[in-house]
């Protein structure tokens, strides 16, 4: 008798003195069945379960004991690692510690490197081979170790996410042939560094896609436009044709731009929100004109203010109500809002205690400038300490 696939942890002991089986079969003209009488009598019966579980196919394979204890001496966080990558814990041929030996010698801190294999264990992986050749493409674009370190601190993933180094190397030759300058690819390396670990083919399709645009759009400038589409949005090559052609779309529909409008938003101001998902974008101008409406704005008002500033689609729906509201509280008219949008790039918490800050020195928001809302803090608290310093004065005379 077997025992069942899923009773790997069971024996069971029987007794010797089985007794009495009886047994009568009772077979149909239409069907046919078996009935059991018996009658089993036992003196004892035994039931032990054991600890250890049976090996089999199923079980998981044991983590690497070794890999273990000098990652645990390397100061990583093995929960996170193991939550992230599980399946590198099992191998038998990480290289941590020449990993370690090679990013110190690029200047790399020891915490550094722990924080990296941590959020990137797939890193070990990587042979010292590997990692110096990868290093030397970088560099081709990259002017310090320094500088690559701080790249791989921020985003472990863009760095060794892949091991083909031809692919890099194609890669760097492609977009320089396309007209990105040395500075350009460093942006891209700075910023949006996994463009170079997409395969070549990936980049050439949305190389080509953007060039057809410009053209179908009546520019004669291509490399251009690309270039300038590149250099407002380093992330552009990390999306989709499918998504980027869906937004170029929805944009030239829903403002009704003509080919010159459209190219100057998405080359320009418009740029960035091509990264968003269609559905995205239209749930966010839907809220905008909502919400914009319900304040006594006209539809062209709405077309001008998004056409203007066209980073507040990125806002959440909660959180463009919510600073929209923050700020009509305070008096301050819709319509200097749609003037000034970039007041929206402030945080609630930015806006409410400079608000207060303003209206304490006896700055009227409902007539006066709101820019300042928005300007960066050296610059705003100039302005506050020149407001503290003209209403001494008024209150002295």
Not at 33 to 49: D, G, N, P, Q
Not at 57 to 83: F, I, Q, Y
Not at 186 to 210: D, H
Request: net charge positive.
């Amino acid at each position: 008798m077997s025992i069942p696939k899923g009773l790997g942890y069971l024996t069971i002991m029987a007794p010797r003195n089985l007794l009495y089986v009886r047994s009568n079969c009772l077979f149909g003209s239409r069907c046919w069945m078996i009935r059991f009488s018996t009658e089993i009598l036992f003196k004892s019966v035994s039931l032990r379960l054991f600890s250890k579980k049976c090996d089999n196919a199923d079980s998981d394979p044991l983590e690497n004991e070794e890999l273990l204890n000098n990652l645990l001496t390397m100061g990583v966080d093995v929960d996170m690692a193991r939550k992230r990558q599980p399946g590198v814990f099992n191998r038998t041929d990480t290289n941590e510690q020449d990993l370690q030996t090679f990013l110190l010698s690029k200047g790399a801190s020891k915490e550094v490197i722990a924080s990296i294999i941590s959020r990137y264990p797939r890193a070990m992986t990587r042979t010292p081979e590997s990692l110096s050749d990868r290093w030397d493409l970088w560099r081709r674009i990259v002017t310090s170790d320094l500088e690559i370190v701080n790249i791989l601190e921020r985003s472990p993933e863009s760095f060794f996410r892949s091991s083909d180094n031809l692919n890099l190397e194609n890669n760097i030759k492609f977009l320089y042939s396309v007209g990105l300058t040395h500075e350009y690819l460093c942006r891209l390396l700075t910023n949006a560094p996994r463009t170079f670990s997409n395969s070549l083919n990936l980049n050439k399709q949305m190389v080509e896609f953007l060039q057809e645009v410009c053209l179908l759009l009546g520019h004669n400038g291509p490399t251009d436009f690309v270039r300038k589409i590149i250099f407002k949005n380093p992330f552009i090559l990390i999306q989709s044709t499918k998504r980027v052609k869906a937004n170029i779309e929805f944009l030239q529909s829903t403002f009704h731009l003509n080919n010159e409008e459209l190219l100057s938003l998405i080359c320009g101001p418009g740029a960035k929100i091509l990264d968003l998902s269609s559905d995205c974008m239209k749930r966010s101008y839907r809220n905008i004109k909502e919400k914009l409406f319900s304040l006594g704005c006209t539809a062209e008002e709405i077309r001008k203010f998004v056409l203007s500033y066209p980073d507040v689609i990125f806002l959440g729906e909660k959180k463009f109500n919510d600073k929209i509201d923050c700020l009509t509280e305070e008096k301050i008219n819709i319509s200097q809002i749609i003037e000034h949008p970039r007041i929206l790039d402030s945080s609630i918490s930015t806006l409410k205690s400079r608000i207060k800050e303003l209206v304490n020195v006896g700055y009227d928001l409902s007539t006066s400038n709101i820019s300042l809302l928005s300007w960066s803090q050296k610059r705003y608290n100039a302005k506050l300490k020149k407001l503290y310093i003209e209403q001494n004065i008024v209150l002295e005379n």
